[in-house]
């Protein structure tokens, strides 16, 4: 695996309106906490993002959490900087060894119904190295397709298993 490294200590704002930012709407037919809760799961996120989750701090999560994700051969250290119980929650790469300068996400859980609620994914980044504008933006549109298309899995995870997250 590669070297990890530092990245800058952007805020729990950069997602909202950082270098390269972008938001993903997805409806799920599920309330909010349910969709939270799925989220807290880390072996959920093998399911519908294809990534790697191990908490690296004990329950009950909260601001200051920390986690690993593994991810294609590559490691990343996040800290989680927003956590509103059964609403929203929002970390930033704190070590990769992906060549990002900065990285953060936001995942809101806003009710639209009773039983159904959308999720906000933001994220913004910024690429590092001499290529970064260009490689900058092929990740940036890479990332975009497979996000709605692990989102897209997400709703349908709530689908086939009502229930599970309740």
């Keep these: 695996m590669p070297k990890l490294k530092d990245l800058a200590p952007v805020d729990a704002e950069y997602a909202l309106s950082g270098s390269n930012q972008n938001t993903l709407v997805q409806p799920i037919a599920a309330p909010a906490a349910s969709l939270f809760r799925c989220l807290e799961d880390g072996p959920a996120w093998k399911e519908w993002l294809g990534i790697d989750v191990e908490w690296t701090s004990p329950e009950p999560f909260g601001v200051g959490t920390t986690r690993t ?10 800290l989680f900087l927003t956590w509103d119980e059964g609403e929203r929650m929002g970390f930033r790469f704190e070590r990769t060894t992906m060549p990002f300068r900065a990285f953060a996400e936001h995942y809101e859980c806003a009710p639209t119904g009773a039983e159904t609620c959308e999720l906000r994914w933001s994220y913004a980044f910024e690429w590092g190295g001499p290529l970064a504008p260009v490689l900058g933006k092929a990740f940036g549109a890479a990332f975009a397709l497979k996000g709605k298309r692990s989102l897209s899995k997400l709703a349908s995870l709530f689908e086939e298993q009502p229930g599970r997250w309740s």
Excluded: L
């Design 69 to 78: 994700v593994t991810t294609s051969g590559q490691r990343i250290d996040e």
